[in-house]
């Protein structure tokens, strides 16, 4: 065999292992008995639609319209929640619990207590490879070992890796040996299988204990490695941390104003994570820049295949196999582990992320429905699980709402009407004042003051309920079709055109 490459016979009977470990922990091989709080959680959430649905032919004045004021009301109960647990946030709120900022710049280690790899998954993104890895191999922090899982690529990656970064090109299913230019990165040439497969051979070919996850179209910004490695060098028991992300669109006047919609959005869900972070509730970590502390996700099983979302998917997992067996794993946003990370551009590129994005929700939701309303695993099982039950369908009664409206102006019922507009005024302003003091509160906390601007979120707020609003749940609704239907993708690729980078 050339001295070039190195076969994976470990690493291939690791992937076994793997496979096992996910049937023994998923409840997607092994499904738990649904209790009925979950059953009368769901059940509950469809009942509510069919009744508002059932009071528009019914009903009088605003409550023919109920269906849009409890859209409403229930939008605005999560931002007061998320308004609540992030009152108190600041640009140096990274540390542990009781842990003081002075105490954990002082403790913060200079080299890491164990070595820190990164994967960068990539399906056909040499237009922005080159970039991505310069940034990792030139950081503040830079990992010990760096593998740029290859699932497939018919692009020009093979050219990108060889000539560009000094690998010698692997056979397919196999690792390189270290690249002559840069130590510690690595090429593992894989047949196309989707990501989920290629981040799991990767992370079987891992020799570090701390792994991240980089899309290949993430740029990470400047202490984002460093904030990572404090974090786990100082939390034993972190297992899984996000950091947080900005998006970035393509020239054009719709690319501008998809990335100003994606923007503020992005700033309203990275503080809804951290809010649900202080009820050791944190379900979502973007994988486009997650950090994993390899053995427990090797332990469950690591990434699913067949799931839409896996990044998703593994947090549920590991936080089913602490609560079962009583092991304090904690899960984090990290506000000072900041990146960028490509977004659609157009319209027709966002729904189809959306849909794959929610009907890799709904997957999720179903195999793991044990989980909702059961108190053995906590106020993610109390709490956070029957906000995701109601979060199935909110979309539906965001989109029935809109529909209601435009058939009481298509039937001259005016009163109907104005009702239905004094309802979506007080919301609209209830969002505005949400939307600047969440762009303060974001920028507290991360320090970042470049994305994002007051004056743009002030025009976003008042056309969002009306534009980018609707096409989100128009996309959580094909998902709903995609699942329901059996057509949905399987590979855990988004596709989007790419901007190519210097």
């Not at 040439?189 to 996850?213: E, S, W, Y």
């Not at 966002?350 to 793991?368: A, D, I, M």
Request: glycine letters at 8%; charged letters at 15%.
């Amino acid at each position: 065999m050339p001295a070039s490459q190195t076969a994976l016979p470990s690493s291939a009977s690791l992937a076994s292992e793997l496979d096992v470990a996910l049937k023994r922990h998923s409840p997607r091989h092994l499904a738990a008995r649904t209790p009925w709080p979950s059953i009368a959680i769901h059940g509950g959430v469809l009942l509510m639609w069919l009744l508002l649905l059932w009071a528009a032919f019914h009903q009088q004045g605003v409550l023919a319209w109920s269906v849009g004021v409890v859209y409403a009301s229930y939008d605005t109960a999560l931002l007061l929640f998320v308004a609540w647990q992030t009152r108190d946030v600041g640009a140096n709120r990274d540390e542990p619990q009781h842990t003081t900022a002075a105490a954990a710049a002082a403790s913060a280690p200079t080299t890491p207590a164990s070595p820190m790899g990164v994967i960068v998954a990539a399906h056909n993104e040499a237009a922005v490879l080159s970039k991505t890895l310069h940034k990792l191999l030139t950081a503040d922090g830079r990992p010990e070992q760096v593998i740029v899982a290859d699932d497939g690529s018919s692009d020009h990656t093979a050219e990108i890796l060889a000539v560009g970064f000094g690998i010698q090109p692997p056979s397919i299913g196999e690792l390189s040996a270290e690249s002559t230019r840069h130590p510690g990165l690595h090429w593992l040439r894989l047949p196309h299988g989707g990501k989920a497969r290629a981040l799991n051979a990767a992370l079987t070919c891992m020799a570090t204990d701390t792994v991240i996850t980089v899309d290949a179209d993430t740029q990470l910004e400047l202490g984002a490695l460093l904030a990572v490695r404090r974090a786990f060098a100082q939390e034993p028991c972190l297992v899984a941390a996000t950091g947080v992300l900005a998006p970035m669109c393509s020239p054009g006047v719709v690319g501008r104003a998809m990335q100003a919609f994606q923007t503020y959005e992005y700033i309203r869900n990275f503080l809804s994570r951290r809010a649900w972070m202080q009820l050791d509730s944190l379900l979502l970590i973007s994988g486009a820049f997650a950090a994993f502390r390899r053995e427990p996700v090797m332990q469950v099983g690591g990434f699913d295949p067949d799931c839409l979302v896996e990044d998703y998917e593994l947090i549920h997992r590991l936080h089913r196999h602490a609560d079962l067996h009583g092991l304090d794993w904690t899960v984090r946003v990290l506000g000072q582990a900041q990146a960028r990370t490509d977004a659609p551009s157009s319209t027709g590129a966002f729904l189809r992320q959306r849909r794959r994005w929610f009907g890799g929700f709904l997957q999720t939701q179903f195999w793991y429905r044990d989980m909702v309303g059961n108190r053995r695993h906590g106020r993610l099982g109390t709490r956070m699980l029957p906000v995701k039950a109601a979060d199935t369908l909110q979309p539906l009664y965001g989109l029935t709402a809109f529909i209601l409206l435009l058939g009481f102006m298509a039937s001259s019922q005016w009163s109907l009407v104005s009702a239905a507009l004094a309802v979506i005024g007080v919301k609209t302003g209830i969002d505005l004042a949400y939307h600047l003091w969440s762009l303060r509160q974001y920028r507290r906390w991360t320090g970042d003051a470049r994305h994002g601007s007051f004056a743009v979120a002030l025009l976003a707020a008042l056309a969002e309920p009306f534009t980018f609003q609707l096409l989100r749940h128009s996309a959580a609704a094909w998902g709903w079709w995609s699942v329901l239907s059996g057509r949905q993708a399987r590979t855990g690729w988004g596709s989007q055109p790419r901007q190519p980078t210097d």
